[in-house]
DNA sequence: TTGAAAGCGCTAACAG
DNA sequence: CTGTTAGCGCTTTCAA
């Protein structure tokens, strides 16, 4: 690396021999001598010789495909068991996977980071869909959760809409009646960044909710604290709710630690539903009920697009290809 | 790509220009007028051309670095908690981290595989050491946990050893008499492979506990699972067990679950204690007591011993380079 | 602002 | 078994 980097001429010279035995002992090919083969090795080791992987993936003509992952937090189980579904699905083509969150930097400042290590980037991304795909230079974006509009972005969509009005119908019959929402307000730390936005789920629970509950609704930090500080500010403000959706299950988890502290009884006095679908979940006391989203489907849709469009003829950008996946309520005992 | 990759020269073709200019407006590079620019802009997007990643890094002799990182499940937060850290140390460096889990394949193999794209290769091993140096060709390995005795293979131990004397006698301190030991068997799954061998944890545990409860060990699954069945297990050989440690905090979530099922008061009749310090912990009721492992501190550790190494001048391999890490007991309210 | 030449470091294909 | 010859696809000089 830096100046006067060891390269395989170094080695050939100084093992008298010529480059391409040198290539041979390194990769442990069959047409060399052991004594030459251990020769080459061990003058490699003395001059401390490292390969370099872009000439010999160049040379090799290798295909070698690595999918980056843009995920919203490592410290949120439902990104790191989507990384691990994503890692089943594509480990077994020979692809690699290079991590990124979100808590490391901008959306397109990691896109553009990646671009020039990965042949495909899936990712759960909050930037401008323009600025995105021009910081992909031509490396084609798969987007989870949000809809994709411009060619070179596609999409794994996650249909809340249908999702959330099953889910609050299944809750009434139940015997659930005044709804509350605690929503997310973006990563701790981030606030006072001034941009919070409405997000799909609180849209999809403001519009199938009746009116009323529609207005419950507390913004809190995404995490287990946020969720805990949520519940309280919800029961504050709204005393009667007998029902609470909560924007995902690590923030439902903190919710339910609240709800046990001031005495309230779940699902008793309250019911808490999260979403997600996180396993951790059934280890809580109740265990929480929460709408499940496949992880695994999702990994393996986003997968076949871009197996689909790194085969593909065809010139890109394409047309945004769009799969959907429609999250199931999962009930456990907190609702 | 397969047959017929589009190459730059083909936009440089198509588009009536050069190889430079295609560079150019494909970079953004300055020195290019805007037609120009746009002309070789479109002409790339209509013939779907995508550079090459290799040879671009190869001819800009860019020295991007990328660092693997080999972890024993991405199901457990321990693991993925300590990708965080890693991603947090390196990223201000502009590196890379190329992810892969055991649950996907051998350690060797994906040594093997991680070799052609990593520049150093951080993890947890449990393959022989000799032969995943060979399988990283050159590669620096830093190991996690385990010692390193040859060179390429350098390490971040933990000294359970230490950490678990002191975590014993504490517990005397409490009033804890009769401990028993909730071992990990392995990954879930793996059973069968017969491949089981007493972990650092139990050696330590079995070191530094009074011989009564040395004995008392029942081997479980690596899993929320295997730490319910085991305590189950222990309990029935052992009735008069009155704390126990178990192999991580996942299994001993597992493990306080059982205990609520059998009706066992945590900590009144039994007091338990994980190893790991995940944040969860905090969460479960009552809160986990745990021997935390500093994972911030291993990703700073490893990702220094990296830093080392590329930047040497001297050749590889180098002897191995150690840092040690102390586990330190977190007291929350299971013991 | 553009182009031509000269590699980057390695491996495939072919001889010997 | 070993060496020679051509590139892999891109970016950097340096001229024009």
Redesign the pocket.
Known sequence: MGVG????????AAA?????????A??G?????????ELVLRTAAELG????R???N????RKSRSVGLVLGSLRNPYYTELAAELLDVVAPRGWHVLMASREQGDDVELVAALSGQADAIVGYFTGDETALVTAARGVPLIQVERAATVPGLHAVVLDFDAAIEALLGELRDRGARRFGLIESGGPPGEEGAGAYRPTRRRRAYERFADSDSAGRVVVADESIRGGADGLARLRAAHPGVDTVLVFNDLMAMGAMQQAQLDGVAVPGDLRVVGVDGLSLGAVMTPPLSTLSIDRRAVATEAADIVGTLLDRAEPPPHPPVVRTVTPRPLWRESA
Chains 1, 2 share one sequence.
Do not use: C, H, K, W
């Open positions: 980097r060891i390269t395989i001429e170094d080695v050939a008298g021999v010529s480059r391409q035995t040198v290539t041979r390194m990769n090919m069959p047409e060399i001598s052991a004594r030459t083969r010789y490292r390969p370099s872009f000439a010999s160049l040379a090799a003509r």
